[in-house]
């Protein structure tokens, strides 16, 4: 079974910074892209950022443009959020996700997450 594993979420205060990670195990195939979503309480999952697998071009919301920067590591199979200049409205549980294909306006993701990783910026 193929494992997502964030990490590296904690408390900050606005305008401050962190380092996300997403781990991935139990597939050696390297899959179309993969990317950042979160999920703040009472709202829907919204798509952050993505990466493709070979780590060029990587696509942002238009929300975290410029604040946050998406990379990937192919040796060790992981991915980084850059987060700088946080603020309360990045307060969100943040997931990674494995993504197969993009149509020019939507992701098509596999069907598995992980646990995700809390952020939580404090003005």
């Known amino acids: 079974q193929v494992h997502l594993v964030e990490s590296g979420g904690g408390f900050v205060q606005a305008g401050g910074s962190l380092s996300l990670s997403c781990a991935a195990s139990?597939?050696?195939?390297?899959?179309?892209?993969m990317g950042w979503f979160r999920q703040a309480p009472g709202k829907d999952r919204e798509f952050v950022a993505a990466?493709?697998?070979?780590?060029?071009?990587?696509y942002y919301a238009g929300s975290v443009k410029g604040r946050f920067t998406i990379s990937r590591d192919n040796a060790n199979n992981t991915i980084d959020l850059q987060m700088n200049s946080l603020q309360p409205e990045d307060t969100a549980l943040y997931y990674c996700?494995?993504?197969?294909?993009?149509?020019?306006?939507?992701?098509?993701?596999?069907?598995?997450w992980g646990q995700g990783t809390q952020v939580t910026v404090s003005s």
């Open positions: 996700a494995d993504m197969f294909g993009f149509d020019g306006t939507a992701w098509s993701l596999y069907d598995y």
């Open positions: 139990g597939r050696t195939v390297i899959t179309y892209a």
């Open positions: 990466i493709a697998k070979n780590g060029r071009n990587p």
